[in-house]
Structures are given as structure tokens and as C-alpha cells.
């Protein structure tokens, strides 16, 4: 028998060796239009209150409270956007717009559905009036000085708009890493080709690609690469001098062409080279000039389901998040899971959650490593451990929540 001479780790320890070898990428400034997605690596103050002066939170009339409702005279206008100078005397009423500033002397506004204007003069229905009635306050929404966004916070549309409101143009954040991917295989042809006989078109390339993406880090798209070793060299030194991470696929099994393992052997230093899991045995995980370098199984499942474990927390970790895996809780198996004793599985399925609030886990169907349709509608994995065979209804097993359900 032929043996891999990479001993086969567990999980576990896969992924601490991938924690203790990736690093956090440094902070840098950056225009806050470009860091959707991005870890603050600063506190934001507000240097300015906000409503940053006293603004009407309604259409209608500036009075003074005491006067109560009843006729008033009108003596001008404020809308928003600049300062009128009137003031508000007993027995006067100024218009106001929503977001206007509240003209001297008054202390309360009147919506204008419970007024009736004629002739110059307001007839006030309210009653009381209740002081300071719609008036947003200075610091009614941001305390000046107040932090109002922290370290560690991950930037989504409201903290753009948060981070606008207070003027904080430039913001320190911790940088996209660079991911450079490329599919290896004599057989692999891009996918507006026709295959000629023995060959297949490039999927992972795509899968691999837009799973970057979605995690918030910026692709390098390194083609498609022979099973030779000098393009495959090359390429790979490429890859490693422009980019933070690198993804190879295929390669890394048993044949006599699966050239990516050796190189990276021969460059640097594999962690490991096989992990205890169904799909994606053969993921491989090195360190080249203090590049982490992943080598991703060529079947199409194995790939994307290996980006899931390993990688996108190595990701997210050099993007400064904290929480880095996707997030595990407890489902309920909802019919027979056939499964192999020895082998720790990530079970493709639909996770549901029913009336009484129970994660609930159906299987996309037949498990094969190369059939991607066992990925279409799975919003998560089931983990089959090692140790037990089939797994019967109404099991409860841990599942990997690619969604929120
Ligand atoms: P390998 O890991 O190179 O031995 O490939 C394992 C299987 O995955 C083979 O059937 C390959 O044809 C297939 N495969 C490898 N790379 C890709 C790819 N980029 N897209 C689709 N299938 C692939
Ligand atoms: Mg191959």
C-alpha cells in the first residue's frame, strides 16, 4: 500500500495549527467608502453633537409654551439650512420645517395637522402644549466627545453612515488581504470552452473566487494552471510575491502529476497535508516566505467545503475579526444520515428551523464529492463525527450555519 507521508490530523488540531500561523494583517487609513466589511481598528469620536443645534422634529409652528393654545400672530419663516433670526414672543408663531432650526424664544413646536392658518395668524389646537414638545435637542443623537463606533467593530451600511454623520472621512481599519487562486490540471479548461475528450471545465476557480469575495477579501486570479512544474512553480512564486494568501486546487492527492504539495514542501513548510474529514481529506496548509498557502482539493465539494473550515477563518482572523468561524449550534437530524465510522463528516443540508424554534437539518441528497448540486440549496453542514456509523432521525448533532436561519 502506498501511504501519504502526511499523517492524518483531526480537525481541531488543523485549525489551531491555521490560528497559530496567520497573523492579523496591519491597520491602514483608509476612505471610509471603501471599507464596507472592514474591522475598525480605532475608536470613532464625535468631535461635533448631533443634532448639533436645537431642530424641529415636525412641520408646523415655533410658540411658547405658556401662551397655550388659541390664536397667533405668524411673524416669519424658518426652513432648514440656515438661521432666519426671529424670535418667538408671547402671543407670535414662527413656521418651522422638519430638521429647521428653532427659532429664539420658543420652547415648543406644534405639528401643523392640529393647527388652521387665515389671515396671517395660527389657530393653535393643542392643548397643553407641552414644553419642549418636538424639539430635538443639541446631543439628542450623539453626545459631543461621545465614542460612537469601537475597536473591533465590523463596518456595515448604518456604521458608514455613522461614520458620515460625524465627518470621519479617513478611518484606520485593518486591510483586505490579497488572495491569489488558481486552478491546477491538465484536464481543467475555462468555462466558455467546449471540453475536448478528457477534459472538464474549471469550477472551483469561480467557486473559490466569489467565496473571497463574499468573505471581504480581494482576489488575484491566477488562470488556470498544467500539471507541469514549471508553470506550476512559477505561478506559485507569483502568487506568493503580490498576494497575502494563496489557494491552489487540485493536486494535492496521491498521483503522480499532484506536483503542489512537494513545492510547497520544497519552498516552505507544511503544517499539515491531511485532515480527518469527509469531503477534503488531502487540504493542505503551508507557510511560504510568511504567505499562508492553502491547497484545496481538486473535487469541486471538497474545495468549497474546505474553504468554509480552514480558510475563511484564516481570513477573517487576518482581517481582524475575533470571531472567525461560522457559527455552530445544535441540530436535529430529520431522517437516517448513512455515514462511514472513521471519518469526521460535514454532510451537506438544509437547516430549517420548525414552530418550537428546534434547528431542524435535511440532506441535500447524494453526498458525492464532485456533485456541486449537493451544495446548491444547503444554507450549512451537519458534523457526522468519527466514531459512529449511521446517524438515525431525531439525532442531535452540531451544524455549521453558512446563513442565518
Ligand atoms: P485532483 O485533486 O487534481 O486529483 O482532482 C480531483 C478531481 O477534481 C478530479 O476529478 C479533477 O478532474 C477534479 N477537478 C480538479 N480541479 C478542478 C476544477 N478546477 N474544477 C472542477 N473539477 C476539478
Ligand atoms: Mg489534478
Not at 106 to 135: F, H, L, S
Not at 285 to 306: I, Q, Y
Request: overall charge negative; aromatic content about 6%.
Amino acid at each position: 500500500m502506498t501511504e501519504s507521508p502526511y499523517p492524518m490530523i483531526p480537525i481541531k488540531e488543523a485549525l489551531s495549527l491555521i490560528e497559530r500561523h496567520v497573523q492579523r494583517l496591519p491597520a491602514i487609513s483608509l476612505p471610509f467608502e471603501q471599507t464596507l466589511g472592514l474591522v475598525l481598528a480605532e475608536d470613532i469620536v464625535a468631535v461635533e453633537p448631533m443634532p448639533p443645534f436645537p431642530a424641529s422634529a415636525v412641520d408646523g409652528y415655533a410658540v411658547v409654551t405658556e401662551d397655550g393654545s388659541g390664536w397667533h400672530e405668524i411673524v416669519g419663516d424658518q426652513m432648514a439650512g440656515y438661521i432666519a433670526d426671529l424670535e418667538v414672543t408671547s402671543g407670535t408663531a414662527v413656521r418651522v420645517t422638519t430638521g429647521a432650526p428653532i427659532p429664539l424664544g420658543a420652547d415648543a413646536m406644534i405639528m401643523i395637522e392640529e393647527t388652521a392658518e387665515q389671515d396671517g395668524r395660527v389657530n393653535i389646537k393643542t392643548d397643553p402644549i407641552e414644553a419642549g414638545a418636538y424639539i430635538r435637542p443639541i446631543g439628542l443623537d450623539i453626545e459631543q466627545g461621545q465614542i460612537v463606533l469601537y475597536t473591533g467593530t465590523q463596518l456595515g451600511p448604518a456604521e458608514l453612515g455613522l461614520l458620515a454623520t460625524v465627518g470621519c472621512t479617513e478611518v484606520k481599519v485593518y486591510r483586505r488581504p490579497v488572495v491569489a487562486i488558481m486552478s491546477t490540471g491538465d484536464e481543467i479548461v475555462e468555462p466558455h470552452e467546449t471540453p475536448q475528450r478528457g477534459q472538464i471545465r474549471d469550477s472551483n476557480r469561480f467557486t473559490l473566487m466569489n467565496l473571497v469575495k463574499q468573505t471581504g477579501a480581494t482576489v488575484l486570479d491566477m488562470g488556470i494552471i498544467r500539471d507541469k512544474q514549471y508553470q506550476l512553480e512559477q505561478t506559485i512564486e507569483a502568487g506568493i510575491s503580490q498576494a497575502d494568501l494563496l489557494l491552489t486546487s487540485g493536486g494535492v492527492s496521491m498521483g503522480q502529476l499532484d506536483l503542489v504539495k512537494p513545492y510547497f514542501a520544497q519552498r516552505g513548510t507544511i503544517h499539515f497535508g491531511r485532515v480527518n474529514t469527509k469531503p477534503g481529506k488531502p487540504v493542505t496548509f503551508a507557510t511560504v516566505d510568511g504567505v499562508a498557502c492553502f491547497g484545496m482539493p481538486g473535487f469541486p465539494v471538497s474545495a468549497l467545503v474546505s474553504f468554509e473550515i480552514f480558510v475563511y477563518p484564516a481570513l477573517r482572523a487576518m482581517m481582524g475579526h475575533t470571531d472567525c468561524h461560522h457559527p455552530r449550534q445544535k441540530a436535529m437530524l430529520q431522517h437516517t444520515f448513512r455515514h462511514a465510522l472513521h471519518r469526521t463528516e460535514f454532510h451537506r443540508v438544509t437547516l430549517y428551523r420548525n414552530q418550537q424554534g428546534q434547528l431542524t437539518a435535511t440532506s441535500t441528497g447524494f453526498q458525492g464529492s464532485g456533485r456541486l448540486l449537493s451544495m446548491v440549496g444547503a444554507n450549512g453542514f451537519v458534523i457526522l463525527p468519527h466514531g459512529q456509523a449511521d446517524y438515525e432521525a431525531g439525532a442531535i448533532v452540531e451544524a455549521v450555519l453558512l446563513e442565518t436561519v
